[in-house]
């Protein structure tokens, strides 16, 4: 996880790639999440447990509303071939069939075309252009479950 969230080109719509100390506590982070909800981000490795990145299920505050966010992060030699639409994919119909919400978002910087085009492809539609409230510009897309 240090080496995927540590890449500049994996973190190139963050406002930095992440050290190990912070890839720790990203890690710390999911955990608890898995301790709260059940659920968070999950591993995506290939058949023959080659790490691929991430993808899963996340809490976010939006306007002061909770809401269930999928995200991924895939290695750059893996970026391009479907992982993340496939894995994002799997967490929507993991909502649909095991979680309690009608709404699944996904929060993208706006020039990240790529990590858009995964979340249309699973069937979200863009609903918002606003500010994060640490300032960074980022747009939500949304899906009704």
């Keep these: 996880m240090a080496g995927l969230l540590g890449d500049p080109q994996v973190m190139q719509f963050y406002p930095e790639p992440k050290t190990r100390e912070q890839a720790a506590a990203w890690i710390a982070w999911n955990e608890r999440n898995y301790d709260e909800h059940g659920y968070g981000l999950w591993i995506i490795e290939t058949h023959a447990g080659e790490f691929v990145g991430d993808c899963g299920l996340t809490w976010q505050e939006v306007d002061g509303v909770s809401k269930l966010e999928v995200g991924y992060h895939v290695t750059p030699r893996w970026q391009g071939h479907g992982v993340a639409t496939e894995a994002a994919a799997a967490c929507r119909d993991f909502v649909r069939e095991h979680v309690g919400t009608r709404e699944l978002i996904a929060i993208i910087h706006p ?30 897309l949304s899906m009704t479950l």
């Design 111 to 140: 020039d990240n075309r790529a990590s858009e085009r995964v979340a249309e492809k699973i069937g979200m539609r863009r609903v918002e252009d606003a500010h994060a409230a640490s300032g960074a510009r980022r747009i939500v």
